[in-house]
Every structure is written in C-alpha cells, then in structure tokens.
C-alpha cells in the first residue's frame, strides 16, 4: 500500500511517501520543511505564524514528496493525516488539504494521533517490530509511558504531570544562551560537563508510578543560574547542562525499568524528538541490556516530526478499515475527531 503521510501539528510542514505491507516498510520520501528559523526570534512557536507557514509550505512539500518518490497522485492508496493532538490552527491546515487531495482524487483518508504516529516511526527502522510493547514518547508536547497491544491500541501508563521532557530542555536556552530550541545544542554541550557537578532535584516522583514531574528541576535550575549571577560567578554551561541532562535520562530510565517490571513487557519502544537525545538513548539502552530487554531507537532523523511517521501509523488504521469521512475535523487534544468514512466512499458531487 502506498501511502502519503502529511503532517503539520507544530512547526514543521512534512509529507512522505512511505510504502507499507505485512513484510515492507520502504520510505520512498520524507520531506520536511522546518520553521525553526522563523520562531527562533520569539523563542518558541507561535502559533499564527505556524499556520500561516504551514499553508505556504504543504503544496510545496506534498509536490516534493510525491517527486521524490517518483509516485503520482494516482498510484497513492491512501492519504494519512496528523489530525491530533497539537496546534489547532496548525492541524487543520493539515487536515482541510489532505481531505481536498483526497476528495479530488476519490482517495481513501485516514486521520492520524500524533503520538501514535511517533510510536510508528519504530517500524521503518526495525521491520520486524511488532506489538505488544511499551513505549516512551518524549517530546516538546509529551512525556508519556504507553503499553502498546497493537498498532492502534495505546494505553496510558503515566507520564509527566506537568512539562514535557522537550520543554525542559528548551526552557534552559534562554538562560545559558542556546538557540531554541535547545535539544540538540544541550545534547552536544553536555558531552563536554561534568554530570556530577550541579546538584539538581530528580524529576522522577516518589514511589511505584511511572509519572515524573519537569516544573522543580526547571526551577532549581533557574535558581542556581541566578545564585552564580548574584556571587558574580560565572556558570560552567557545560557542568549545568550535563548535570540537567543527567536528571532528565536517569528519571526516563529509572520509571521506563519499572514500566517494563510492572508490565512484563520486554520490549521498549523509545519516540519523539528528545528521542534523539544521545545521553538518553545511551541510558536506556544500557539499562534494556541490564535487563534483558530489547530497545527500538528510530533513527534521529525519524524521531523529530516527520511525514514518514504519519504514512506508517496511517497504513495500521486502513489496514483495519479505519477511515475517516469529509467531515473530519482537526482536535487539539489526545483523542481522534470522530469523522468516519461514510458508507460508499466519498460523496460523488460539490452540493
Ligand atoms: O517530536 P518533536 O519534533 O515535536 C513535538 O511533537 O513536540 O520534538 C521536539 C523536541 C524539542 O523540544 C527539541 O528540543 C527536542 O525535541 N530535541 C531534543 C534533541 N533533539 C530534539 N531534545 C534533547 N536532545 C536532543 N538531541
Ligand atoms: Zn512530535
């Protein structure tokens, strides 16, 4: 099944060519248009100017896409979109040109969770994955513990009660001077720290529960930047940013040990774009070793938001008849709109 896979919740405009079956998971394009640049001034995204750089980009893109793959609109089987959860102005852009492209070209539609399509991603890297697993999304939006039982079954373990991973992260930026978002600078910056340096409060929460909680780190973090200014010291960036990236990994990897204890699962899926976090997938896959589990890492490049992600996550819903009709809608929370397809397909005329 070939599938084009559009995707446009926050601030990167992606489409891909992915082809899908039992045994394939070929990506035929993936094409992203970052708008990084654009909300870097304001250090973060703002949410008008996201829509407004989506609807530039998507024609450009999705005609990119289906060059790339050297595939015509016509050889598509389906178009899978990110419907939820995100920015709502940036969904719908989405949403209203992938239910257009379908519409003109009689193509069935299928309506994508965000979340689930970052899960997803793991298949293209490893073909041979299949559920049930755990899983861990974190993300600028998300930090989440899921046991997966099938492609479209997500259930909730816990997660964080307040920040996102991603977010506390980019938080820092402002303070130690990294370009936001920070993720991938703070990455390389506390390589060269010393982890043990600053004292900061874990963000994992007492007990037998997966949730975590981001605000105190952030917090202390803020705090000790101020005591240093005050005593008119310099900070050691690189010491703060290897002792925050070591709470964030140690907290993800002590609650993930303990979701696969809980669980029983022995397979972890890890997604998102903190995803790509070199000192995290290091964690993790040291602590899956440890205790004879298996990890699946997409690669960096599929673990940001990307087309291909969505392709893949769109393929499992048609592949049980999950589609979606004309009158699906874009939402900005966790759960799909209800908008199924309507008996018979696509109404035949313009009212
Ligand atoms: O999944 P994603 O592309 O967008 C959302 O759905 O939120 O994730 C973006 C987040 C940002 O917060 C960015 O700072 C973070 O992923 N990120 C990283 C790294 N690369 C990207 N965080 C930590 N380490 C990285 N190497
Ligand atoms: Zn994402």
Not at 205 to 220: I, M, V, W
Request: hydrophobic share 45%.
């Amino acid at each position: 099944m070939m599938v084009l896979g559009l995707e446009s919740s926050c601030d990167e405009t992606a489409a891909a060519v992915v082809e899908m079956g039992e045994e394939t998971r070929t990506i035929r394009s993936n094409v992203v248009a970052s708008q990084i640049d654009v909300h870097r001034l304001y250090g973060g995204v703002v949410p008008e100017i996201a829509s407004r750089a989506h609807i530039e980009a998507i024609g450009g893109v999705t005609r990119q896409a289906l060059r790339e793959a050297g595939v015509t609109v016509g050889q598509l089987d389906a178009v899978a979109v990110t419907a939820c959860p995100g920015l709502i102005g940036a969904l719908l852009v989405g949403v209203n040109f992938a239910k257009s492209l379908a519409w003109a070209n009689r193509l069935p539609l299928v309506a994508v969770n965000h979340i689930h399509a970052h899960v997803a991603a793991a298949c293209l890297c490893e073909p041979g994955l299949r559920p049930p697993f755990a899983a861990l999304v974190v993300s600028g939006g998300h930090t989440c513990f899921y046991r997966v039982t099938s492609w479209t079954d997500f259930a909730e373990l816990g997660g964080t009660r307040d920040d996102a991973a991603g977010e506390a992260f980019d938080k820092v930026d402002r303070v130690i001077g990294l370009p936001y978002p920070s993720g991938a600078a703070m990455d390389r910056l506390a390589a060269q720290g010393n982890p043990g340096a600053v004292a900061l409060p874990s963000p994992a929460l007492a007990g037998d529960t997966p949730d975590l909680s981001f605000s105190g780190l952030k917090t202390a973090a803020l705090n000790y930047l101020n005591g240093v200014a005050q005593r008119g010291e310099t900070v050691n960036r690189a010491d703060l940013a290897a002792s925050y990236t070591r709470q964030i990994t140690d907290a993800l990897t002590r609650k993930a040990a303990l979701v696969l204890e809980q669980t029983g699962l022995r397979t972890l899926v890890l997604a998102g774009g903190v995803a790509a976090n070199s000192h995290l997938r290091a964690a993790l896959g040291e602590m899956c070793r440890a205790q004879g589990c298996r990890l699946c890492l997409p690669t960096p490049a599929l673990c940001g938001d990307n087309g291909a992600m969505v392709a893949a996550a769109g393929y499992f819903r048609a592949e049980r008849g999950l589609f979606a009709g004309p009158a699906l809608n874009a939402s900005a929370g966790e759960t799909l709109p209800d908008a199924p397809a309507q008996a018979g397909g696509w109404p035949t005329g313009i009212a």
